[in-house]
Nanobody, 126 residues
Framework: QVQLVESGGGLVQAGGSLRLSCAASGGTFSGYGVGWFRQAPGKEREFVTFISWTGTSIYYADSVKGRFTTSRDHAKNTVYLQMNSLRPEETAVYYC???????????????????WGQGTQVTVSS
């Protein structure tokens, strides 16, 4: 059983940056790809980015390309999401999730993820 814990959320002004972390506890990320999703109030949870276990496959939602970067540190059992040039409409709860079944065209599908963190709030003020 993999338990995921997100951290790094907070309040930032538009144009600012935050770095989110997703740490695995009670297990490891061994063999798991990790996705980041976000959910704004009253909206559906949406895909943000995915990084494969090896780190060789990385995908981003079009809306965050060029501004967000995901990476992982196997030694620390942690995945990161660096978010730059944040916009007010990106205010949401951000979740990380782990999967051994997300690949190719399925990495953005919520149902492909087996474990989810509790989420961390990101608020971008205008």
């Amino acid at each position: 059983q993999v338990q995921l814990v997100e951290s790094g959320g907070g309040l930032v002004q538009a144009g600012g940056s935050l770095r989110l972390s997703c740490a695995a506890s009670g297990g490891t990320f061994s063999g798991y790809g990790v996705g980041w999703f976000r959910q704004a109030p009253g909206k559906e949870r949406e895909f943000v980015t995915f990084i494969s276990w090896t780190g060789t496959s990385i995908y981003y939602a079009d809306s965050v390309k060029g501004r967000f970067t995901t990476s992982r540190d196997h030694a620390k059992n942690t995945v990161y999401l660096q978010m730059n040039s944040l916009r007010p409409e990106e205010t949401a709860v951000y979740y990380c999730a782990a999967s051994r079944r997300a690949y190719g065209s399925t990495y953005s599908r919520i149902d492909k993820y087996d474990y989810w963190g509790q989420g961390t709030q990101v608020t971008v003020s205008s």
